[in-house]
């Protein structure tokens, strides 16, 4: 029986809903309390490379999230960076330039990951052939008390696999999709 609904109802920074049959929420603005240290997963900007905000028709926000690399504002792992690796792409074109700006695994980020892992063992396929970026990019955001950029959406209690939203819910970090990021820091495109 899962009690988080009954503690995380009462959340200030969340409105919920019950919506066919599971929970789901919308983000208020004071969600997203820290984007200066913003873990960005994989699936963000393959998303927006290969279906919604390819570069040859948004060079402006890829622009920015390039800059917003440099500076410090989104931040990866080296994991993620392989996970890009794995298409040889304009993602993977656009991510060696910023190659250096995703962080290799300390012993502190790898402490924060492996105390993930223990907690929720169902976040990652123990039988992939490679790491998986997910526990990383959590432990980051716990790390730098940061909010997780994914795409993944929430998946219900009789799921295979956790996704990021389920368990940045439990760990009480935010999770939001890279629109809201966009929506939440005011960037224009014209």
Not at 78 to 83: G, L, N, R
Not at 109 to 136: C, F, G, K, S, W
Not at 155 to 162: F, H, K, P
Request: overall charge neutral; hydrophobic content about 40%; charged content about 20%.
């Amino acid at each position: 029986l899962d009690l988080s609904f009954l503690i995380l109802t009462f959340n200030p920074y969340r409105i919920y809903r019950y919506k066919s049959g599971s929970l789901s929420h919308f983000d208020n603005p004071t969600r997203l309390r820290n984007l200066h240290r913003t873990p960005m997963d994989s699936c963000s900007l393959m998303t927006a490379m290969r279906e919604t905000y390819p570069i040859v028709t948004f060079p402006g926000l890829w622009d920015k999230l390039g800059e917003s690399f440099q500076s410090g504002l989104i931040i990866s792992t080296a994991i993620v960076f392989e996970e890009i690796e794995t298409n040889e792409d304009q993602l993977l074109t656009w991510a060696e330039d910023y190659k250096q700006f995703f962080f290799k695994v300390d012993n502190n980020l790898l402490h924060e990951m492996a105390l993930v892992t223990t907690n929720y063992p169902t976040l990652i396929d123990h039988a992939a052939p490679r790491d998986q970026a997910d526990p990383y990019l959590i432990a980051l955001a716990k790390i730098h008390k940061g909010t997780v950029v994914t795409e993944e959406k929430m998946v219900g209690a009789g799921a295979r696999l956790l996704k990021i939203p389920n368990v940045c819910q439990s760990m009480s970090l935010p999770s939001v999709k890279l629109i809201q990021m966009i929506r939440h820091l005011n960037w224009k495109f014209h």
